[in-house]
């Protein structure tokens, strides 16, 4: 199986950054893409940005411009830089990762995982 561990969620003010990370671990062969998506109270899950494994970004229209993502490959690790951040930007943010695992009987099979889920709060 490919786990998958958020980090650097917390409160912050208006205006302020924060920057999450998300290490994927297991019998990892290849990861294509990795991204973060967000959820807040009473609304949908939405894709907030996502980077293919050549670097390729897209970004939700709501976050064009203040967030940017990045990946180290050689780290497994997918990175959220939240700038300008607004109280809208309040949500549960979780980390995906899909590619290519090892079985324990060294077969090939894709994975699509998610992390747990980390809290952002922006507020005063």
């Known amino acids: 199986q490919v786990q998958l561990v958020e980090s650097g969620g917390g409160l912050v003010q208006p205006g302020g950054s924060l920057r999450l990370s998300c290490v994927a671990s297991?019998?990892?062969?290849?990861?294509?893409?990795m991204g973060w998506y967000r959820q807040a109270p009473g609304k949908q899950r939405e894709l907030v940005a996502d980077?293919?494994?050549?670097?390729?970004?897209n970004y939700a229209d709501s976050v064009k411009g203040r967030f940017t993502i990045s990946r180290d490959n050689a780290k497994n690790t997918v990175y959220l830089q939240m700038n300008s951040s607004r109280p809208d930007d309040t949500a549960v943010y979780y980390c995906?990762?899909?590619?290519?695992?090892?079985?324990?009987?060294?077969?090939?099979?894709?994975?699509?995982?998610w992390g747990q889920g980390t809290q952002v709060t922006v507020s005063s």
């Open positions: 995906t990762a899909k590619g290519v695992r090892r079985t324990s009987g060294g077969f090939y099979r894709q994975f699509d995982s």
């Open positions: 297991g019998s990892i062969l290849s990861i294509n893409g």
């Open positions: 980077i293919t494994s050549d670097g390729s970004t």
